[in-house]
């Protein structure tokens, strides 16, 4: 498994694995605890897994935690998925950044995602399947989304938004959740 630093998120990597592949398909592992720390993670923080089903043109996101916020491995088990990360810690260098990338279930790649930064992604194929593991209980009072069209982060979507949450849909934009959460932006 190999690691890489994300240039636009700080703090951010993704993990690649070295699938193994026969006749009867492949075997690759997809957590290393030893990989997660030789970046300075601690593979022992994550205390929860989930998984989201969803089809083809599904937009999830732009989510993020308040407070202490919550760092979060992403992979596409299954299918293809447009991913997007935006870095909203305001002592980050690399603060407004944006980085996209597509995870499948081809590479089983997994993206970690800093706590303070939003997450969200489109569904590219019939069935996507993304799970996560995340390093603190879920709490939905500190539930934050951004509205995923804001003009300000002009994420290119590529598909056409087929479903979303009510939550997803009505969801302020990027000056009015950094407004409410008393952040200064800075170029």
Same mark, same amino acid.
């Given at each position: ?22 006749? $009867?398909?492949?075997?690759? &592992?997809? %957590? *290393? /605890?030893? !990989?997660?720390?030789?970046? =300075? ?33 992403? $992979?596409?088990?299954?299918? &293809?998925? %447009? *991913? /997007?990360? !935006?870095?909203?810690?305001? =002592? ?96």
């Amino acid at each position: 498994m190999k690691a890489t630093e994300v240039p636009a998120i700080a703090g951010a990597h993704l993990f690649e694995p070295t699938p193994h592949t026969d006749e $009867r398909g492949f075997f690759c &592992r997809t %957590f *290393d /605890a030893d !990989v997660i720390r030789s970046v =300075g993670l601690d593979p022992d923080a994550f205390v929860q897994d989930s998984l989201s089903r969803s089809v083809r043109g599904v937009l999830r996101g732009l989510h993020l935690r308040s407070g202490a916020g919550e760092a979060k491995l992403v $992979r596409c088990s299954y299918g &293809r998925v %447009f *991913d /997007a990360v !935006v870095d909203l810690r305001p =002592g980050s260098p690399t603060y407004l950044g944006r980085a996209f990338f597509e995870l499948s279930d081809q590479t089983q790649a997994t993206l970690y995602v800093p706590a303070g930064c939003a997450h969200g992604f489109q569904a590219l194929t019939a069935t996507a399947d993304v799970s996560y593991r995340i390093d603190r209980p879920h709490d939905p009072a500190e539930d934050v989304t951004i509205a995923f069209d804001d003009p300000e982060l002009a994420i290119d979507w590529p598909l056409p938004v087929t479903s979303m949450s009510r939550r997803d849909r009505e969801a302020p934009g990027l000056a009015e959740v950094l407004k409410a959460r008393g952040e200064v932006r800075r170029a």
